[in-house]
């Protein structure tokens, strides 16, 4: 306490003319502003309030900042100091002063959660007024609703938001910091207000990022449900359609297949790298095939088939389990059933037989082909004609086609496989 009074100057004059006079005036007027800091500093309401009211309170400064730029409202807004808050607000202190950080007292309090401090603040200013305060940003370009969202504080994000003027609404900033800190009510909330402006929000790939690694798959969900991707290019980094992969949440590998989401050349490598190379968590082996299979199921990103040769080869390297072997050959049997590797050619018998030894036989897929050829019913036959005359595989288009009933569908989709 002791060094917070200290760093409020009182003594600080400009009066250098008369040293009588000035030894004259401190007594009076430094002893009461060190006596009114020290009872604000103490939460010491009822000495305040006399301070205040005395016929030298006139002289007291009470928007004075100490070095780090605090004033006294800084301080009580802070420490939940309802009583002094409101004192020092009647005595005209100044709500929108700034610290050596950019912070006004709104600031603090949204950081701590105080409610009643925050009700405090909003009533003394006028409302059109309101809207701006909230969204004043300090150093780090953070407000006061951007903070309430960072740590939880759901009911100051509503109270936030019930001032937000709707013609100027922009939850972008408070609704990234909601993501990433896994606040999953108010990321709803923020999402219900922002839906009104949807298009001033595009997952960037980056945000998603951060999301995946840090688990929040919940929200993760809820913003691939609500808003877009932002454009990517396929000669960039990792796509958002990778790191959803990388969750293993095969939900979120459709949504974006059916949007049409695709891998870059990057993503393609490590997913190769980011195989599970033993069978002793059958969890993530089976997650990360069923993701490749929809993958090639979708077929927009496996359209190339040397492409789709040299993924299943790399993977082919890396088997050392009789598990991941059985996913490889199921695998490439669903890339010739879907057209993404040519069947009726001497290449690709050449390279399955290459294959067989590079794995010294984990991965046989001339077996698959055998297995593949015994019997062909007129289903394959016709269903691969219509694979071939499909160009780009999408489920909402089937979808559409009149007539269809479910297990035709399933039949295009190849989910019969």
């Known amino acids: 306490m002791t060094e ?83 004192l020092l607000l009647q005595y005209d202190a100044n709500n929108y002063i700034r610290d050596n950080l950019g912070r006004t007292c709104l ?33 780090e370009n953070k407000s006061s609703l951007d903070y309430a969202c960072e740590n939880d504080h759901l009911d100051l994000v509503e109270l936030f938001l019930e001032y937000t003027d709707i013609n100027y609404i922009d939850l972008t900033t408070p609704l990234y910091y909601s993501c990433i800190e896994g606040h999953l009510d108010i990321c709803h909330l923020l999402i219900n207000k922002q839906i009104q402006r949807k298009d001033l929000f595009y997952l960037q790939t980056s945000f998603i990022q951060t999301i995946c690694h840090r688990g929040h798959i919940e929200i993760l969900r809820l913003l691939i449900e609500h808003f877009s991707p932002a454009n990517e290019q396929r000669n960039c980094g990792n796509s958002i359609l990778f790191y959803c992969i990388t969750t293993f949440d095969i939900v979120l590998v459709r949504k974006l297949l059916e ?78 059933h879907s057209g993404s590797i040519q069947l009726y050619r001497r290449s690709t018998i050449k390279w399955c037989g290459e294959i067989n030894i590079l794995t010294k036989r984990y991965v046989n897929l001339i077996d698959v082909i055998k297995q593949t050829t015994k019997n062909w019913s007129l289903k394959h036959v016709l269903r691969l004609k219509i694979k071939r005359s499909m160009k780009l595989f999408n489920m909402e288009q089937i979808r559409k086609l009149p007539g269809l009933q479910q297990q035709h569908i399933d039949f295009l989709s190849f989910e019969y496989l």
């Open 4 to 86: 917070l009074l200290n760093n409020f100057d009182c003594g600080n004059t400009n009066n250098n003319n008369n040293s009588n006079n000035k030894e004259l005036s401190l007594p009076t007027t430094y002893n009461t502003e060190q006596s009114l800091y020290r009872s604000c500093l103490t939460g010491d309401l009822e000495r305040v309030q006399y301070l205040l009211r005395s016929n030298s309170s006139s002289s007291i400064d009470l928007n004075r900042q100490n070095s780090d730029g605090l004033t006294l409202l800084h301080y009580a807004c802070s420490n939940n100091f309802y009583g002094l808050v409101q």
């Open 107 to 139: 600031h603090y309090a949204s950081i701590k959660g105080y409610r009643a401090i925050i009700k405090l603040l909003l009533q003394s200013i006028e409302d059109s007024f309101k809207h701006d305060f909230i969204y004043l940003n300090d150093h």
């Open 259 to 336: 949007r049409q989401a695709r891998l870059t050349e990057k993503d393609i490598h490590d997913l190769i790298t980011f195989c599970p190379l033993n069978d002793q968590n059958h969890y993530y082996i089976d997650h990360y095939f069923d993701c490749l299979e929809l993958l090639l199921r979708y077929r927009s990103n496996f359209d190339d088939q040397k492409i789709c040769k040299y993924f299943i080869r790399e993977l082919c390297e890396k088997c050392s389990t009789i598990l991941i072997g059985k996913k490889l050959r199921y695998l490439f049997a669903l890339a010739l």
